[in-house]
């Protein structure tokens, strides 16, 4: 199995990215949703992000209102920052236990051509880098994904909000092996990423499912 970690800004299409791949025949781990499943109600995680964020953040069954959650994890940096630094433990070692083979040798498991998992917090996931064998970039300039996120309804304060706890592109594309620039937002994309595949040997049997 080859595992690349897709990395990105908000906007920067890594979602259209990784869902391409997934059509093409990829398993596709979205993080972000990913640590959702962790947030069972009552346990130590979900009581440590109460603690740091206050009980607002809870829904009325005891679960994280993720909502509630991105509003004061992404008031700023520091918050951010605090939020990665409880969450992310946990979530390496069980994405850890998802994409690692099992050692018991009387486990079968299925074993996927290519798995990607979206990584929307790099720069605070790098200790987990060693889990992939390529670390891919999508990467567009700041002012094009703010048009981006506000044509689909964000809020212009939002996205600022959100983007100062990112890293600039430059520091992003840093941290990758591969980068593909998306500035232009349409069809090129998905030719990037075939070439990416190719270059590869991955899935190449394989057509985008509709």
Same mark, same amino acid.
């Given at each position: 199995?080859?595992?690349? #970690?897709?990395?990105? *800004?908000?906007?920067?299409?890594?979602?259209?990215?990784?869902?391409?791949?997934?059509?093409?025949?990829?398993?596709?781990?979205?993080? &972000?949703? #990913?640590?959702?499943?962790?947030?069972?109600?009552? $346990? /130590?995680?979900?009581?440590?992000?109460?603690?740091?964020?206050?009980? +607002?953040?809870? *829904?009325?069954?005891?679960?994280?209102?993720?909502?509630?959650?991105?509003?004061?994890? #992404?008031?700023?940096?520091? &918050?951010?920052?605090?939020?990665?630094?409880?969450?992310?433990?946990?979530?390496?070692?069980?994405?850890?236990?998802?994409?690692?083979?099992?050692?018991?040798?009387?486990?079968?498991?299925?074993?996927?051509?290519? /798995?990607?998992?979206?990584?929307?917090?790099?720069?605070?996931? /790098?200790?987990?880098?060693?889990?992939?064998?390529?670390?891919?970039?999508?990467?567009?300039?700041?002012?094009?994904?703010? +048009?981006?996120?506000?044509?689909?309804?964000? &809020?212009?304060?939002?996205?600022? +909000?959100?983007?100062?706890?990112?890293? $600039?592109?430059?520091?992003?594309?840093?941290?990758? &092996?591969?980068?593909?620039? *998306?500035?232009?937002?349409?069809?090129?994309?998905?030719?990037?990423?075939?070439?990416?595949?190719?270059?590869?040997?991955?899935? /190449? $049997?394989? +057509?985008?499912?509709?």
């Amino acid at each position: 199995m080859f595992t690349a #970690f897709v990395i990105g *800004n908000i906007a920067s299409g890594k979602s259209c990215a990784t869902k391409y791949l997934e059509r093409r025949g990829a398993i596709r781990i979205d993080l &972000d949703e #990913f640590a959702k499943e962790l947030y069972v109600p009552g $346990s /130590t995680l979900v009581m440590e992000l109460a603690d740091r964020f206050g009980f +607002e953040i809870l *829904n009325p069954d005891g679960g994280i209102d993720s909502h509630a959650l991105a509003r004061q994890a #992404f008031a700023t940096p520091q &918050d951010a920052d605090d939020l990665n630094a409880i969450v992310h433990p946990v979530l390496i070692e069980q994405l850890a236990f998802r994409l690692l083979p099992p050692l018991c040798c009387t486990v079968t498991v299925p074993d996927p051509e290519l /798995t990607v998992v979206e990584v929307s917090v790099a720069a605070a996931f /790098t200790d987990a880098f060693g889990l992939a064998d390529e670390i891919l970039a999508i990467s567009a300039p700041i002012d094009v994904r703010r +048009e981006r996120a506000v044509a689909r309804g964000m &809020d212009p304060a939002a996205f600022d +909000e959100r983007a100062l706890c990112q890293p $600039s592109e430059s520091e992003l594309c840093a941290l990758a &092996d591969v980068v593909i620039d *998306n500035t232009a937002g349409d069809d090129s994309l998905f030719s990037s990423l075939d070439r990416w595949l190719e270059s590869h040997g991955l899935l /190449t $049997s394989s +057509e985008v499912l509709s």
